[in-house]
């Protein structure tokens, strides 16, 4: 777990003096937009992202991409990037493929799918391609990308280290083919080699070999995406092996993609419906979607809410009580620092259970969620694969973020319930959620708002 800085930032989390009842339109989805950038710098024709997310993570992709020879044209239309706006409204991104070429420094920021996206692409690439990141990116697991690039053909340069900051040798083409990968630690190893895998010589045979997959929606996503471009996939869904997948080399198409709203992003306003007793409605909520934030229609109506999905998109009402509950979160391991922010503040104690490769993640997040809601007079304790939530009565203090974005969204969940809670570096939620305190104080009603000197 990264330390925090010695001199933070502090941001007074708003404490609701009432039941929320508001309107939140969320930005687009970080998943669905690198990957759909990623795609469209592969393809053999232009093509556009319609209402992309502009975070840290995203802007980090696209000029990973223009750095390797591929442009992108940002546009925006006179309307609103929300639901207002219709399908071709709002920003857009034209994407214009070129030959990948080095050399080149990719900046990965703490980005996930940058540094895991980006090195397959990398190998395709003539010339070297160096990647670096923030210091927490040097921890996090990126050996099973790296060996499983080396059986396919590719030339990387990690210093025996399986992880950043590395150099990948671009030859113009990888050879591709079967390959095993242990991808217990992360489900963006198999979407990594997938995305790039249309263009590789042999296509590629993706066999996970290892502990159970976390993060399987992510997975599906991938391969609905690679499908929608024209890719030929098979998987263990349509009949196929367990734990395998495989992509046939052909080219992809150009297309026109409206991305989805952020549903995971639209996790700590739902949640403050249910904290506070109120009613959220997030615009363009989809029907059908791949996206593991959908779960949590389900995750917290069992909490003590309900919600209502029409052409409007998702409302959800609090009923006042939070209850407890026992689930596994392996498939969703993301939304697991909101959900255990909600948890604290209910009638009963809750397991959270499937999430230990969160270990792993921007921060160890069951250490940092443990031992952040234990210092506001929590009782939480980890387990071999998760959190055990026992409910006390919280007081104010610091809430450290660990510069992860999902704490900090975290935190204010329970400023909302909670008099004097202090986020540090609230900032860091532009990672994927750009002006993150003003939505939060946007959704109070600012004369409900008490004030946070308490």
């Known amino acids: 777990m990264t330390e925090s800085p010695a001199h933070p930032a502090l941001w007074p989390a708003p404490l609701a003096a009432g039941a929320v009842d508001a309107t939140v339109t969320v930005p687009g989805s970080k998943s669905v937009t690198n990957r759909g950038l990623v795609l469209a710098a592969l ?3 232009p093509g ?8 840290r993570d995203t802007l980090l992709m696209a000029e990973a991409l223009r750095t390797l020879g591929v442009g992108i044209e940002e546009t925006a239309s006179s309307s609103s990037a929300g639901s207002a706006a219709g399908p071709g409204g709002g920003e857009a991104w034209r994407i214009i493929p070129a030959g990948l070429h080095g050399p080149a420094t990719i900046d990965v920021g703490n980005a996930g799918t940058v540094m895991r996206f980006l090195p397959p692409v990398a190998a395709l690439a003539d010339g070297p391609i160096r990647f670096d990141g923030d210091p927490r990116s040097y921890e996090r697991p990126l050996g099973g990308v ?20 590395m150099t990948v040798f671009g030859s113009g083409a990888l ?31 993706v066999r996970h070999v290892g502990a159970a997959l976390p993060s399987m929606p992510h997975i599906r996503m991938t391969v609905d995406m690679l499908r929608s471009v024209g890719a030929q996939v098979d998987t263990p869904e349509a009949g196929g ?3 395998v997948w495989r992509v046939t080399p052909g080219a992809l198409l150009g297309r026109d993609l409206v991305v989805e709203p952020d549903l995971s992003n639209a996790q700590p306003f739902l949640a403050a419906a249910l904290v506070t007793g109120g009613k959220v409605t997030i615009p363009d909520w989809p029907e059908h979607t791949t996206q593991p934030g959908d779960a949590l229609r389900e995750i917290f109506t069992t909490m003590g809410g309900s919600c209502e999905l029409t052409e409007r998109g998702l409302t959800f009402t609090g009923s006042g009580r939070i209850h407890g509950i026992d689930v596994d979160l392996s498939e969703v391991g993301e939304l697991t620092p909101g959900i255990a922010a909600v948890a604290a503040l209910a009638d ?27 210092e506001l007079g929590g009782d939480v304790t980890e387990t071999a694969d998760g959190l055990h939530i026992r409910p006390r009565p919280l007081h104010g203090g610091i809430f450290h973020t660990y510069e992860d974005h999902r704490l900090a ?38 004369a409900s708002v008490a004030s946070r000197r308490v």
């Open 409 to 446: 969204t975290a935190a204010a969940v329970i400023g909302l319930a909670v008099g004097g809670v202090e986020v540090e570096n609230v900032a860091t939620t532009a990672k994927t959620l750009p002006d993150f305190p003003a939505m939060w104080t946007d959704m109070l009603d600012p």
């Open 175 to 205: 050879d591709g083919g079967p390959v095993e990968i242990d991808a217990s630690s992360s489900s963006q190893f198999v979407s990594a080699l997938l995305l790039s895998a249309p263009r590789f010589n042999q296509g590629v045979e």
């Open 48 to 55: 556009w992202l319609r209402r992309p997310l502009r975070s």
């Open 146 to 165: 790296i060996d499983a690039l080396r059986a396919l053909g590719a030339r990387i340069d990690d210093d025996n280290r399986g992880a950043l900051p």
């Open 348 to 374: 009963s104690p809750s397991t959270l259970r499937g999430v230990a490769h969160l270990r792993l993640h921007e921060t160890d997040r069951l250490a940092a969620l443990t031992k952040e809601l234990n």
């Open 241 to 243: 092996e367990p734990n």
């Open 43 to 45: 393809s053999s024709e």
